[in-house]
């Protein structure tokens, strides 16, 4: 009988169960290979965070009751602080007053970026996290952490990496000009202040362009294409396909991503493989690029191993195992009494939520 088994608990002697494969489909391990040290730590190299084995009696009990240390402390203190420094930079901005350009560097500067874009954590704080506070700043702190990790991803050299989290964290200023009682506003939007949130866009951009932001076009162009779509159904210039700049094609998977795995006034906050559905759909209907896509649902799934989510029966689960391959697959679950579920397989059982380190 096989078992998955976290790579970090796996332990010279025991059998592979099966192949074990990387994002390209190549075989790492084959099954029935005995793990030695070598081969364990050759595995740490991969983003690869579960292995199966097939010696269960080998295998240590996942403790799925302790909580401590859900919200990492060095972690929540860089995010507090380079929210703090996103809300002034805005409102400042928002108020007239002059782009404080030191504090934008210090939020994007290699330290700052390499605690909050650490992969194995950043995806599973943003979803720990509560968002108190301001909305928009926490969006934005979130998508600008979002693409320093897809950054990672797609291989960007540091330069272009600072830009994109640049792009991603100043995507929203110009929402700073939206009244706060339609963006705050429960329930659906008035055509007139769907159209005034719809604004930010051009006053991101209007606001960014007289300010030694000019230097970085990449920026502007990510900031002003956000919400444009490959077929032309989104605004503010309705671009299509290579209209479109790379910056907009991939901070609109981040804006939604952080967009609906939040509570928002208006919307209830979705689980990311309800997310990852929308996001396959939006691509297969033409309005979301396949390429960069693809890569951030892959790469995005495996970041969410060993999140805690809430079943739609109730229950509370942490996720084990999930087929980084197929981008709508339901991940294993394993419950606090030792149960695993292939969602999958389980009728009528679905992840409501990822939850928050106060939810479990
Ligand atoms: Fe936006």
């Known amino acids: 009988m096989l078992r998955s088994c ?3 608990k796996l332990r010279p002697g025991m059998k592979v169960g099966r192949d074990v494969k990387d994002f390209d489909g190549k075989v790492i391990l084959k099954q029935d290979t005995v793990l030695n040290a070598k081969k364990i730590n050759n595995l740490l190299g991969y983003n690869i965070f579960t292995v199966y084995i097939d010696e269960i009696k080998e295998e240590p009990v996942v403790k799925l009751g302790n909580t401590h240390g859900m919200l990492d402390s060095e972690y ?3 995010y507090q602080k380079t929210y703090k420094k996103i809300h002034d930079l805005f409102y400042t901005v928002g108020q007239g007053g002059d782009f404080d350009i030191p504090l934008l560097d210090s939020v994007v500067a290699n330290e700052n970026i390499d605690i909050l874009c650490d992969n194995k954590i950043a995806v599973r704080q943003i979803h720990n996290m509560s968002r108190t506070d301001d909305y928009t700043i926490h969006h934005a702190t979130n998508v600008g952490i979002l693409a320093g990790l897809f950054s990672k991803w797609l ?3 540091r330069a272009n990496m600072r830009e994109l989290v640049m ?6 200023i110009g929402k700073t000009k939206v009244p706060k009682t339609i963006l705050n506003k429960k329930g659906k939007l008035e055509p007139d202040e769907l159209l005034a949130v719809q604004r930010h866009v051009d006053y991101g951009y209007d606001m960014l362009k007289f300010t030694p932001m000019k230097e970085f076009p990449n920026v502007l162009l990510g900031v002003l294409h956000h919400h444009e779509r490959m077929d032309g159904t989104g605004y503010p210039n309705h671009l299509k396909g290579r ?9 609109a998977f981040l804006d939604i991503y952080d967009a609906m795995a939040a509570n928002r006034s208006y919307a209830s906050r979705k689980s990311p493989f309800d ?3 929308i996001l396959n759909s939006d691509i297969q ?3 979301l690029d396949q390429r960069f896509g693809i890569l951030f649902m892959r790469h995005l799934r495996a970041s969410l191993k060993d999140c805690w989510v809430g079943l739609s029966d109730g229950q509370t689960a942490k996720i084990i195992l999930i087929d980084p391959n197929n981008v709508t697959a339901q991940p294993i679950v394993q419950t606090p009494q030792n149960k695993f579920i292939d969602l999958n397989k389980a009728e009528n059982l679905k992840v409501e939520a ?7």
């Open 167 to 172: 792009a991603g964290i100043l995507t929203e």
């Open 155 to 157: 291989r960007y050299p």
């Open 285 to 287: 209907k033409g309005k």
């Open 76 to 78: 929540m203190e860089c």
């Open 354 to 360: 990822l939850l928050t380190a106060e939810e479990i």
């Open 243 to 251: 209209q479109i700049s790379d910056y907009g094609k991939i901070l």
């Open 275 to 277: 997310i990852f559905e």
């Open 6 to 8: 976290d790579v970090d």
